[in-house]
């Protein structure tokens, strides 16, 4: 399935106890609608806050479901924050996180001297002028394949005897910020995978960057140094959406 949410509203995507998640609330929808519990798995886990477009679920269901009726019973019970925007049948062998190909993730911004009421839970409000040819310099450092540790968030060891490194060397394809008029910014984002607030960092660094506290050749330097102390702290999530997945066509 492709769902589409508001993340402000929820705690993140996946399950956690005594908060409302978009996994908890898909899954209760679908309890409430097959009278069983389903698993749903996401291609990414959005954090709080963090909103989609085009986030993609999988989940094993018996084929006598008929899934035009159950996206318009999903919606009927999950909407209008959380949609099913299509429902298809798929290989057995298909998973929404490893046989992902690519994500791509859109960060607003909306710099303005006056705030935009109607954004201000999917926009980051900059007030002071950014240079954009600035912060468009600096997205050519961080295409291609890199250790991208200075803008990631390191998961917590499971337990005191996990000693299991985690990898943070991720494969950007493309990035780059567009104008979109009337003061409002747009950074696109798009790589085989993310490591935890690593668009967000990167958000906050370029947008340094953009008022003139560093230049655009700091991006280069902050992931050789591999330090996160060193990079800006993160932007916003109200920014943040989940634009995208993309899947091998023998997948879907």
């Known amino acids: ?15 956690n106890p005594g908060v409302e998640t978009i996994a908890s609330t898909v899954e209760g929808a679908l309890a409430q609608i097959l009278q069983e519990q389903v698993q749903v798995t996401p291609a990414g886990r959005t954090d709080a806050g ?88 600096a997205c050519d450092a961080i ?25 943070m060397r991720r494969s950007v394809v493309s990035a780059h910020w567009k104008e979109m008029g009337d003061g409002v910014l747009q950074f696109d984002i798009r790589a085989n995978a993310f490591c935890h607030q690593m668009v967000r960092a990167l958000v906050g660094t370029f947008i340094e960057i953009g008022l003139s506290k560093r230049p655009p050749s700091d991006m280069r330097g902050l992931i050789l140094s591999g330090d996160r102390s060193q990079a800006a702290p993160v932007a916003p999530p109200q920014g943040l959406c989940l634009w995208e997945v993309g899947f091998p066509a023998s997948a879907l």
């Open 1 to 15: 399935m492709t769902i589409a949410y508001k993340g402000d509203e929820f705690h993140g995507f996946a399950t």
């Open 50 to 137: 963090v909103h989609a477009w085009g986030q993609v679920i999988s989940l094993d269901l018996a084929d006598r479901v008929n899934l035009e009726v159950l996206m318009k019973q999903l919606n009927a019970l999950c909407g209008p924050s959380v949609v099913v925007r299509d429902a298809q049948w798929t290989d057995p062998d298909f998973h929404a996180r490893y046989s992902a190909l690519w994500r791509e993730y859109h960060y607003t911004v909306l710099n303005t001297p006056v705030s935009n009421p109607f954004m201000t839970e999917t926009a980051w409000h900059i007030t002071k002028p950014l240079k954009v040819r600035l912060m468009q310099l």
């Open 143 to 167: 295409i291609g394949d890199h250790d991208f540790s200075a803008f990631c968030r390191k998961p917590k060891p499971a337990d005191e005897f996990d000693t299991f490194e985690h990898s």
